[in-house]
């Protein structure tokens, strides 16, 4: 259903919601008023309302479509002014309202074009995530996910959905990933994942354990998983499209792997460290893109780095005012240890650089809590050299739903990483303020003149609540925004 101030392609006028295509044969095929069930409801229309109808409204019971099917209730829901947002939010209010429902079936991408017929299979997927393994008892009946949507109409195109799909599934790769709880997830356990994603997705893994990463350098990664009995890990996951020449762009993702945060000899408070699971959403998210590049035919090279580590106190943890090396031969006056994910990161853009020939490179992070105090929970901060690559991917995401804002990278706040005895410091020691853009700073020291962006995901990348296509916990924040951006041959211009 669509607001009255929303034209009615039907041409039955304005004045209250009007119903679209199917409801009529609905509501014949099973006897109902479904304009009287609006009004009675105060249903609008307006982006993800719903309003649930049930068929033995008057005693019948039950009601049988052809003598097949039992039909024991109607959704109408609202798809505000048409857009694919409204159809996105639209998707995961029918996801929500059916739970507990076996199968339904759905008329509202009749109509619908491409996009929003994609958006709306991705926001009812995206709403039915639940994280298994971990219960002992089932979930009751009425929380249980929605079993199954069928799309009814001939709007809907196969190619379409699967890509919606594909993109969903990679967004529950990550919040899996992300929700994992620590004792489980170690930095050899993520590398597993890795191959196991590897080997269903046709991707070349390979990982580097603590000896590897020792003999080429890898001081920063090195460095924050010291003071933990669980050594880091440096992975990559590299795709190569089926015809893919010299020619072809080669696209570098780097994502913090952080598997458990406690801040190091830094030491978080309690209240801090309850989300720090979720630390390593930045790798999660690149990982989750790996495993969808090949079903959705992204013609580009990609390669993903994890850099996987366990920031944790002990008798060998890094101390503040240690000074390290990193990939690239920096080195770096640690001030604090809770200021870890750069370090790691530092060493996946230094090595990218130096090694793997990228056309861009995109790092993703939870990496400041400054991020969160300036964006809130909706926005990713987006941090670039080039004007072009910060443009695309900014459309990419309100395509996909996962907005991001351009952050600036301001030259004047650069002499606040000044060190007295190394050749940088990693946080502010100016006082300037501004986190996430003195984190950013110190980023942008690894990329060279390689086009870079930098996705500080510490707000979205976690959800206190169900809203929308979110569940509450990892949100898998950055996965539909590369891969839409991805899909469109990453375009740096």
């Given at each position: 259903?669509?607001?009255?101030?929303?034209?009615?392609?039907?041409?039955?006028?304005?004045?209250?919601?009007?119903?679209?295509?199917?409801?009529?044969?609905?509501?014949?095929?099973?006897?109902?008023?479904?304009?009287?069930?609006?009004e009675r409801d105060g249903g609008?229309?307006?982006?993800?309302?719903?309003?649930?109808?049930?068929?033995?409204?008057?005693?019948?019971?039950?009601?049988?479509?052809?003598?097949?099917?039992?039909?024991?209730?109607?959704?109408?829901?609202?798809?505000?002014?048409?857009?694919?947002?409204?159809?996105?939010?639209?998707?995961?209010?029918?996801?929500?309202?059916?739970?507990?429902?076996?199968?339904?079936?759905?008329?509202?991408?009749?109509?619908?074009?491409?996009?929003?017929?994609?958006?709306?299979?991705?926001?009812?997927?995206?709403?039915?995530?639940?994280?298994?393994?971990?219960?002992?008892?089932?979930?009751?009946?009425?929380?249980?996910?929605?079993?199954?949507?069928?799309?009814?109409?001939?709007?809907?195109?196969?190619?379409v959905v699967a890509a919606a799909?594909?993109?969903?599934?990679?967004?529950?790769?990550?919040?899996?990933?992300?929700?994992?709880?620590?004792?489980?997830?170690?930095?050899?356990?993520l590398a597993e994942q890795a191959?196991?994603?590897?080997?269903?997705?046709?991707?070349?893994?390979?990982?580097?354990?603590?000896?590897?990463?020792?003999?080429?350098?890898?001081?920063?990664?090195?460095?924050?998983?010291?003071?933990?009995?669980?050594?880091?890990?440096?992975?990559?996951?590299?795709?190569?499209?089926?015809?893919?020449?010299?020619?072809?762009?080669?696209?570098?993702?780097?994502?913090?792997?952080?598997?458990?945060?406690?801040?190091?000899?830094?030491?978080?408070?309690?209240?801090?460290?309850?989300?720090?699971?979720?630390?390593?959403?930045?790798?999660?998210?690149?990982?989750?893109?790996?495993?969808?590049?090949?079903?959705?035919?992204?013609?580009?090279?990609?390669?993903?780095?994890?850099?996987?580590?366990?920031?944790?106190?002990?008798?060998?943890?890094?101390?503040?005012?240690?000074?390290?090396?990193?990939?690239?031969?920096?080195?770096?006056?640690?001030?604090?240890?809770?200021?870890?994910?750069?370090?790691?990161?530092?060493?996946?853009?230094?090595?990218?650089?130096?090694?793997?020939?990228?056309?861009?490179?995109?790092?993703?992070?939870?990496?400041?809590?400054?991020?969160?105090?300036?964006?809130?929970?909706?926005?990713?901060?987006?941090?670039?050299?080039?004007?072009?690559?910060?443009?695309?991917?900014?459309?990419?995401?309100?395509?996909?739903?996962?907005?991001?804002?351009?952050?600036?990278?301001?030259?004047?706040?650069?002499?606040?990483?000044?060190?007295?005895?190394?050749?940088?410091?990693?946080?502010?020691?100016?006082?300037?303020?501004?986190?996430?853009?003195?984190?950013?700073?110190?980023?942008?020291?690894?990329?060279?003149?390689?086009?870079?962006?930098?996705?500080?995901?510490?707000?979205?990348?976690?959800?206190?609540?169900?809203?929308?296509?979110?569940?509450?916990?990892?949100?898998?924040?950055?996965?539909?925004?590369?891969?839409?951006?991805?899909?469109?041959?990453?375009?740096?211009?």
């Amino acid at each position: 259903m669509w607001p009255d101030d929303v034209p009615d392609p039907a041409g039955d006028g304005a004045g209250s919601p009007w119903i679209g295509p199917g409801g009529a044969e609905v509501a014949e095929a099973l006897g109902l008023d479904l304009f009287a069930a609006l009004e009675r409801d105060g249903g609008t229309g307006k982006a993800g309302e719903v309003v649930s109808v049930p068929v033995f409204a008057e005693g019948r019971g039950a009601a049988s479509v052809d003598g097949e099917v039992d039909v024991t209730r109607v959704l109408l829901m609202g798809l505000g002014d048409g857009s694919a947002a409204a159809y996105r939010k639209a998707g995961a209010a029918l996801a929500r309202a059916a739970r507990g429902t076996d199968r339904l079936a759905s008329a509202v991408t009749a109509t619908a074009d491409d996009a929003a017929t994609r958006a709306f299979v991705e926001g009812a997927v995206l709403a039915t995530y639940a994280l298994g393994g971990f219960r002992g008892t089932p979930l009751p009946e009425a929380k249980r996910p929605l079993g199954t949507l069928v799309l009814a109409g001939d709007g809907a195109r196969a190619d379409v959905v699967a890509a919606a799909v594909a993109v969903a599934g990679a967004s529950w790769t990550a919040r899996d990933l992300a929700q994992t709880p620590s004792n489980v997830k170690d930095p050899e356990w993520l590398a597993e994942q890795a191959r196991r994603l590897g080997a269903e997705h046709g991707l070349d893994v390979r990982v580097r354990d603590e000896k590897a990463l020792a003999d080429e350098g890898f001081g920063g990664i090195l460095a924050v998983g010291q003071g933990s009995e669980r050594p880091p890990r440096l992975i990559a996951l590299r795709y190569e499209p089926p015809k893919a020449g010299r020619d072809t762009p080669h696209v570098v993702l780097v994502g913090k792997g952080i598997t458990y945060d406690t801040g190091g000899l830094s030491l978080k408070p309690r209240e801090a460290m309850v989300p720090m699971k979720t630390d390593m959403t930045g790798g999660a998210v690149v990982m989750g893109v790996l495993s969808a590049v090949r079903e959705l035919g992204v013609g580009v090279r990609v390669t993903g780095l994890v850099a996987a580590a366990e920031n944790m106190p002990g008798a060998n943890a890094q101390r503040p005012s240690d000074v390290i090396r990193q990939y690239d031969g920096t080195t770096v006056e640690v001030l604090n240890t809770d200021a870890e994910g750069r370090l790691v990161l530092a060493d996946g853009i230094g090595y990218a650089v130096a090694e793997l020939e990228p056309t861009v490179i995109v790092d993703v992070a939870t990496l400041t809590g400054a991020a969160t105090t300036a964006l809130g929970r909706g926005h990713g901060a987006l941090f670039s050299t080039s004007d072009e690559l910060a443009a695309t991917l900014r459309e990419a995401g309100e395509a996909a739903g996962e907005r991001l804002w351009r952050m600036p990278l301001v030259e004047d706040y650069r002499f606040g990483l000044d060190s007295s005895i190394a050749d940088v410091s990693h946080i502010d020691t100016a006082h300037l303020g501004g986190g996430s853009i003195m984190a950013a700073l110190f980023l942008q020291r690894f990329v060279g003149d390689v086009p870079w962006a930098h996705l500080d995901i510490a707000g979205p990348a976690r959800a206190d609540s169900d809203k929308n296509e979110l569940v509450k916990g990892g949100t898998g924040f950055g996965v539909r925004a590369l891969l839409y951006w991805l899909e469109a041959g990453a375009p740096v211009a």
